[in-house]
Structure formats: C-alpha cells, structure tokens
C-alpha cells in the first residue's frame, strides 16, 4: 500500500520530465523535440539521379522515401517545417513533409514559390530576419547569411526560385537562406548548414549549448574549427550536411561516410577545446539535447 503511494507520487514527477532531443535526417536534415512540439528543418530523403543533373527533369519529393523517414525516425506530429534555402538537397521535401504532417512550412519567397506549386499547397508563414517564431516552448529566431560557394569556386544556382516553378531540378534556386537560433528552457540551439562562419552566428556566441553546424563548403578544418566553431562556443557539436549523394538515406544508417572527413574535424576540435561535446550523428538515432 505505503509502494502503492509512493508510486502515484513519484510517478507524475516522472513523467512531467521534459526533455530536449533531436534526430538527424541525412543531409543537413535534423528534426528536434521537447516531447510535445517537433520541428523540422530541412528534410531531404529525396535523391536526385545522375538524369537529374544531365537533363535537368522534373525533381519531385519522393512521398514513399519520406514517409519512410518519418517512420524510421519515428515522428508522428510536427509543429513547423523550416528551411535554410531552396537548394534541392534542402528543400525538395519540405513542402512534402509540411502536407502530411498537416504543419506549417517557414521560409522567404522562394520557399512560397515551392509550395504554390502544390495543390493542395501546405500553409506557408513567411519568415522576417530576426523576428522570432513562438511555437509552444521554442523560440525561434530566422537569422539571414550568405549561403557559401562550392569549393570556393562559384556559386550554385543563386538567387530567388522564379514565379511558375514546376519542380524542374535548375528551377530549385538558392533562395533566401537562413541559420536558426532556437531558444528553449532545457537548451539553446544554432542550425546553420552554412559551413563558413557568419558573422551573424558571433551575436550568439556563448548562449549556444548545441551547435548543428555544417560542413559541407568549409574553406578548411582549421577554418571550420577556429571561425566557425570556436567562435560559437557552443557545449555541444553536431555536425550536419554530408550524404551518400544518389544512393538512399537508409545507406547512413550503416554509418558509412565516404568523404566527410568527420574524423579530421572531430580531432581538430578536441585538440582546440577538449571540453566541447563532439556527436557524430546516425541517421534517425536519438541525441539528447539536455543532459
Ligand atoms: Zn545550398
């Protein structure tokens, strides 16, 4: 009887326990949750082919490959679907997931001009730089950048998604593109698939604990770590934007990174900071954002 009580107790105590995690998608994809909103941003299980790239086809989100990730990372509910820009390998199945997870999709024009390709489209909510998004317990602050040029050579399809997109792989444009500091009780977070420090991020610095970071267009390792990491000072790295380019998502999940060069990232950093959290994501495992 006396265990009985203890039980009732303890028990709502238990379970009123929030917490903070997150889940990584592939690509620069990372879904995180308190337990009762979920936020998404840039879910990519759609590939491009070889033909894509040669001939410029229709590239249209594969319904099958994200409902498998959905499942896969077992997410049943999403509150906000947010974009970093409309690169196909960031925004090809945003739309898609806004649609059947029945949630809003955040973004500039561009991200609008994807979803008015739909029909029914999902509710799209234009992003203002620097006006932070409520949702439940996060709040979410849309930060502009300049997306990087690859290999430091040129920039990829730059500018706006033109009116009339119909999902033609070069319609998908570079758009307005956004790094998110996401306030929350149990934890702070930066997302920012850039790869090169931007200037905005040093604002935060310090009142990050967990850092998305990408590393896809980093000019170096040094340069990632020292610039963009170091400058951060967040508690906690997660590296993001590296793929198994056309072959499917579920290839991660064996951990197979060819090229990512993770391993020369995470020494540099624990070299420069040994007390920096370094979590190299798996696909759809969960990363406890609050302990
Ligand atoms: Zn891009």
């Known amino acids: 009887m006396i265990m009985l009580l203890l039980n009732l107790i303890i028990q709502p105590i238990v379970f009123a326990k929030d917490s903070l995690s997150a889940k990584w998608l592939g690509v620069a994809g990372v879904a995180i949750t308190d337990g009762k909103d979920t936020l998404i941003f840039d879910p990519v299980p759609t590939k491009p082919s070889l033909s894509h790239w040669l ?8 319904v099958v490959r994200v409902s498998t990730m959905l499942r896969k990372a077992e997410i049943e509910r999403v509150s906000g679907v947010f974009m970093s820009h409309t690169h196909f390998d ?18 500039g024009v561009s991200v609008k001009r994807i979803t008015e390709a739909y029909s029914p489209a999902p509710k799209y909510i234009e992003l203002t730089p620097e006006k932070p998004v409520q949702i439940g317990k996060f709040k979410i602050t849309p930060i ?3 997306h990087a040029p690859i290999a430091s050579l040129f920039h990829f399809l730059p500018g706006e998604i033109a009116p009339g997109f119909d999902f033609k792989f070069y319609q998908y444009r570079e758009g307005e593109t956004w790094n998110y500091f ?3 009780l149990l934890g702070n977070i930066l997302f920012d698939q850039g790869g090169r420090f931007h200037p905005a991020n040093k604002k935060y610095s310090g009142r990050v604990d967990t850092y998305f970071a990408g590393i ?7 340069d990632w770590v020292d610039n963009s990491i170091l400058v951060v000072k967040a508690k906690r790295v997660v590296p993001i934007h590296f793929d198994v380019f056309f072959l499917k998502s579920e290839w991660l999940e064996k951990q ?7 391993d020369k990232l995470e ?3 624990k070299e420069k900071s040994p007390t920096t ?3 190299t994501p798996v696909l759809y495992q969960k990363i406890n954002l609050n302990e």
């Open 267 to 269: 020494r540099m950093l």
């Open 182 to 184: 996401i306030e929350h």
């Open 55 to 62: 001939f410029g086809t229709e590239l249209k989100s594969d």
């Open 144 to 146: 502009r950048r300049g």
């Open 216 to 222: 896809a267009n980093r000019r170096s390792v040094e």
């Open 256 to 262: 197979w990174l060819p090229g990512a060069g993770l």
């Open 277 to 279: 959290k370094w979590v």
């Open 90 to 107: 960031h925004a090809v199945d945003g739309a898609e997931v806004a649609l059947m997870m029945r949630a809003p999709i955040y973004g």
